[in-house]
């Protein structure tokens, strides 16, 4: 269906649209055939109406005939002969309508027939303008749809990327406790597998509502935990007003790996990751802190971060936040998105 045809409103503007155009075919019919207000409004009124909608057939032909289907000329001269054959067909409406009217306006046809030519050429003009409007409405809607597959092709593989990444780390860290400790490590593995399951089930999806992300981040720091023991503590406070925000799968856990790798793993003492959520005025706000030392060589800027800003700006642009602050002892880092409840 046309976009125009899709609802009551852009219908009626477009119609709208044809007023002060066909105000000025009446006024040139007007001048080359000599007819006065009534005439004219009598002849345009009809042409005008069915011009508009003969209009909008370009777009299914320009769909059918794209821009680099055919050669330059092959396709212009399609499109001329279409536009003399609507600029025939339009003449006819005009000439039928003057000879209907022939009884109460005494030699209206012959007047009509001085206008023809101009009304010819300009009908002729228009069905081509609407053309190229019809093709510059096509190739900006076929550029949006490429570039919205584009963005989600870019988000199913950095979306690919999280779970292989997480594995390794725990993994490592499960053949770290088999020597030292093979009951936490059989107790690791138990929980690694309900995290790889749940978050293999979330990650099919788009979107999911905040708790869920946030019952995620609980169940691998779960795992982390079961490596670290008292070494790892956290603090969660999460407003109500955030439950139910749409946001993308498994975005807050790369985040807190980022805080239990780059921190509480590179401190003899351990330390606590401090979550906070609220809703601002710019959507939803998420920050994660944690202790980390200055001195310790590791990369704070890892394919976790690197991961979560390619997502944000696959799916959102300019629109969401990340945003990182590094003092003496303690790393920061915010998160804002602009979600729907």
Wanted: glycine letters at 6%; proline letters at 5%; a neutral charge.
């Amino acid at each position: 269906m046309h976009p125009v045809l899709t609802n009551w409103r852009s219908a009626l503007l477009y119609l709208a649209t044809w007023i002060p155009l066909g105000c000025v075919l009446g006024l040139l019919v007007s001048v080359s055939g000599n007819l006065n207000t009534l005439e004219t409004a009598a002849i345009i009124t009809p042409v005008t109406i069915v011009l508009a909608f003969v209009c909008l057939s370009p777009w299914y032909v320009c769909r059918s005939l794209p821009l680099k289907s055919a050669g330059t000329f092959r396709l212009f001269g399609q499109h001329v002969l279409a536009a003399m054959v609507v600029s025939a067909a339009v003449l006819l409406v005009a000439r039928v309508t003057a000879s209907t009217l022939t009884d109460v306006r005494p030699g209206l046809d012959a007047q009509l027939r001085m206008a023809d030519p101009v009304l010819a050429v300009m009908v002729a003009l228009v069905y081509l303008l609407s053309i190229a409007l019809h093709y510059v409405v096509i190739e900006a809607q076929t550029s949006r749809r490429s570039e919205l597959l584009a963005r989600e092709a870019e988000l199913r593989a950095l979306k690919a990327q999280v779970n292989p990444h997480f594995l390794f780390n725990s993994l490592n860290s499960i053949s770290a406790l088999t020597a030292s400790d093979p009951g936490r490590a059989r107790e690791m593995c138990i929980q690694l597998a309900d995290f790889l399951r749940t978050s293999l089930r979330l990650g099919q999806r788009p979107s999911i509502p905040f708790r869920e992300e946030i019952e995620l981040t609980r169940m691998y720091l779960g795992v982390e935990q079961v490596r670290f023991g008292q070494k790892l503590q956290v603090s969660l406070d999460v407003a109500a007003a955030c439950a139910d925000c749409e946001v993308p799968a498994l975005l807050i856990q790369p985040l807190v790996e980022n805080a239990v790798k780059h921190g509480i793993a590179l401190l003899d003492s351990g330390g606590e990751i401090l979550m906070l959520a609220r809703m601002g005025k710019d959507g939803l706000q998420f920050s994660i802190e944690n202790p980390y030392d200055p001195a310790a060589p590791s990369s704070r800027n890892g394919i976790g971060l690197t991961n979560v800003r390619q997502r944000l700006e696959a799916r959102y642009g300019m629109a969401a936040r990340l945003e990182v602050e590094a003092s003496d002892e303690v790393y920061r880092v915010t998160l804002v998105l602009p979600v729907r409840a």
